[in-house]
């Protein structure tokens, strides 16, 4: 079945940076976009950042600039790198498939504090 491992996750302080991993079993993941979503509390789950099968990028506003997604065909793995992180940044992330969305993880959490 369709599995996904977030970790990375950790608290650090505004200006650090975190470097998050996804690892997915159970799909063709060279054929498959990746994203990063984010649920902070008290708020809906919002989306970061996209890579293509051909590794094409695009991210959100909030992040674009900080933010650099990767990916790891011979790993299954997707990357998050993180950088400059703000405590408007604290939340937890998720990772999934582009299309189909396949059964959420449980995310791993970031907090920066100020």
């Known amino acids: 079945q369709v599995q996904l491992v977030e970790s990375g996750g950790g608290l650090v302080q505004a200006g650090g940076s975190l470097r998050l991993s996804c690892a997915a079993s159970?799909?063709?993941?060279?054929?498959?976009?990746m994203d990063w979503y984010r649920q902070a509390p008290g708020k809906q789950r919002e989306w970061v950042a996209r890579i293509t099968s051909v590794s094409m990028t695009n991210y959100a506003d909030s992040v674009k600039g900080r933010f650099t997604i990767s990916r790891d065909n011979a790993k299954n793995t997707i990357y998050l790198q993180m950088n400059d992180l703000k405590p408007e940044d604290t939340a937890v992330y998720y990772c999934?498939?582009?299309?189909?969305?396949?059964?959420w993880g449980q995310g791993t959490q970031v907090t920066g504090s100020s």
């Open positions: 999934n498939r582009g299309f189909p969305v396949c059964s």
């Open positions: 159970g799909i063709i993941f060279r054929n498959s976009a």
